[in-house]
C-alpha cells in the first residue's frame, strides 16, 4: 500500500497487507494482475505482475486492469478544481475525504465500465461501512480477529497490529455466482460473510 500526491514522502512508512490476507487474494481471483497503491517493498509481499508506486498516481493517472488489488493509503483527500485530481493532504476539515473512501470509488467505477475483470479491496478503516454503501452491494468478509499488517519503516519491515478490517470483493461480471461462492469458500474461516 502507497498513495500519491504529497504521500510520496511517507512511501517508507507505510503499511502493507501479510501473507495470508495476500494468498486469500490471489486464490479468489487466480493471481493478482495489478496492485494499484503500492511500492517495491510491499510487491515483495503482495507479489503482482504489476504495481503502481506514488509516482505513478494510479488514484488520477493510470490505467487499471485485469484481477486488481486494492489497499488504499492512509490520510485524507480533498478535490484540487484547478488540476481536477484528488490531492492528499494532512489537514482536518468536515469537508475532506477518506482515502479508502476515495480509492474505492475509483475501483468502483473501473470495475463498473469493466476496465479490470475483478477486484480485492482491503480496508481497516472500519468507517468504510459508512463512506460508500456501494460495498454492501458485494461480497464482504469482517475479519474475526484484528490482522496484523507489516510496517514498513526507516527501521525496516515489521509486524504491526491493524484494528477492524474487511475485504470487500468485486467479482467477474460474466461469473459472479460461482466467484461469490468460491469468495464465501475462501473467506469463511477469516470472518463473517455478508452478502
Known amino acids: 500500500m502507497s498513495a500519491v500526491g504529497s504521500y510520496k514522502h ?32 510491499a510487491n515483495d509481499y503482495v507479489e503482482a505482475e504489476a504495481f503502481y508506486t506514488p509516482s505513478d498516481d494510479a488514484l488520477n493517472e493510470t490505467e487499471w486492469f485485469g484481477n486488481v488489488y486494492l489497499f488504499p493509503p492512509a490520510g485524507t483527500y480533498y478535490w484540487n478544481e484547478r488540476q ?14 477518506s482515502s479508502h473512501d476515495v480509492w474505492f470509488r475509483r475501483l468502483y467505477r473501473e470495475w463498473y465500465k469493466q476496465n479490470i475483470r475483478q477486484a480485492v479491496f482491503f480496508s481497516n478503516c472500519p468507517d468504510m461501512v459508512r463512506y460508500d454503501q456501494r460495498i454492501f452491494n458485494f ?14 519503516s526507516s527501521n525496516g519491515v515489521k509486524p504491526h497490529k491493524t484494528c477492524t478490517s474487511i ?23 477469516k470472518g463473517r460473510i455478508v452478502c
Open 84 to 97: 481536477e485530481k484528488w490531492r492528499m493532504t494532512r489537514g482536518t476539515s468536515p469537508t475532506l475525504t
Open 167 to 189: 475485504v470487500v470483493y468485486l467479482p467477474p461480471i460474466d461469473n459472479s455466482t460461482q466467484k461469490i461462492q468460491d469468495f464465501i469458500h475462501l473467506y469463511e474461516e
Open 10 to 41: 511517507k512511501e517508507d512508512s507505510e503499511l502493507i497487507t501479510n501473507y495470508d490476507l495476500v494468498a486469500a487474494a490471489h486464490g479468489i481471483m487466480g493471481g493478482i494482475e495489478l496492485d494499484v497503491a503500492s511500492s517495491k517493498i
Open 139 to 152: 461480497p464482504i468478509c469482517f475479519l474475526r480477529t484484528a490482522p496484523i499488517l507489516m510496517r514498513n
